[in-house]
């Protein structure tokens, strides 16, 4: 079993920076790829980004490619999110994942652990 806890969301404006970190519980962290996904208001969940076991392949959806940095640490059980030049359209509970298979922009469904979310809200 996989516990995940995301934090770090909150009430920003457009251009601001945010940092999500998602902290997972389990021996096993370091053989999960690990992603994020969000949800904006009446929207389905999407994918944000992605990364392998290693950190050496990484995905990230086009709406956020060159804002947004997925990373972890193996050490420290932690996967992050660094989201700069934020836009109110990236408002959305972002949701952190654990797969035990490659996470890959066409995957949001069948994923093995998901966090409860946190918020973001970005005002114009």
């Known amino acids: 079993q996989v516990q995940l806890v995301e934090s770090g969301g909150g009430l920003v404006q457009a251009g601001d920076s945010l940092r999500l970190s998602c902290a997972a519980s389990?021996?096993?962290?370091?053989?999960?790829?690990m992603g994020w996904f969000r949800q904006a208001p009446g929207k389905v969940r999407i994918f944000v980004a992605a990364?392998?076991?290693?950190?050496?392949?990484?995905y990230y959806a086009d709406s956020v490619q060159g804002r947004f940095t997925i990373s972890r640490d193996n050490a420290m059980n932690t996967v992050y999110l660094r989201m700069n030049s934020l836009k109110p359209e990236d408002t959305a509970v972002y949701y952190c994942?654990?797969?035990?298979?490659?996470?890959?922009?066409?995957?949001?469904?069948?994923?093995?652990?998901w966090g409860k979310g946190t918020l973001v809200t970005v005002s114009s």
């Open positions: 389990g021996r096993t962290f370091r053989s999960y790829a």
């Open positions: 994942a654990a797969d035990a298979s490659p996470l890959t922009p066409s995957r949001t469904t069948g994923i093995d652990y």
């Open positions: 990364i392998n076991w290693s950190g050496n392949v990484i």
